[in-house]
């Protein structure tokens, strides 16, 4: 079983930044793919951000490319998301994602990822 813990999350001013945290139980996080997901009230889940299993490749979503940065640390089993210049619209509920399969599926759908953290919550303020 993993276990995903997201933090970080917070309310913040339009132009401000937050890190997202989240933490992994168990030792097969250094060979997944991981995401980040959010979901505004009354939308539908999309997709923010992947990184592959070594940190070598990284995906992003085109409303947030070169604002957000993710990144992990394999010895810490731990995912970032690195949120700048943030924007009312980014309000949302944000979740951490272990990707299912480590070698097909596309980084971007959300039904590729097995296991979900519970979400943090981030508000943008104009």
């Known amino acids: 079983q993993v276990q995903l813990v997201e933090s970080g999350g917070g309310l913040v001013q339009a132009g401000g930044s937050l890190r997202l945290s989240c933490a992994a139980s168990?030792?097969?996080?250094?060979?997944?793919?991981m995401g980040w997901f959010r979901q505004a009230p009354g939308k539908e889940r999309e997709f923010v951000a992947a990184?592959?299993?070594?940190?070598?490749?990284?995906y992003y979503a085109n409303s947030v490319k070169g604002r957000f940065t993710i990144s992990r640390d394999n010895t810490k089993n731990t995912v970032y998301l690195q949120m700048n210049s943030l924007k009312p619209e980014d309000t949302a509920v944000y979740y951490c994602?272990?990707?299912?399969?480590?070698?097909?599926?596309?980084?971007?759908?959300?039904?590729?990822?097995?296991?979900w953290g519970q979400g943090t919550q981030v508000t943008v303020s104009s």
């Open positions: 168990g030792r097969t996080f250094s060979g997944y793919a």
């Open positions: 994602a272990r990707k299912r399969n480590k070698d097909s599926g596309s980084y971007y759908v959300w039904a590729e990822y097995d296991y």
């Open positions: 990184i592959s299993w070594s940190g070598g490749s990284t």
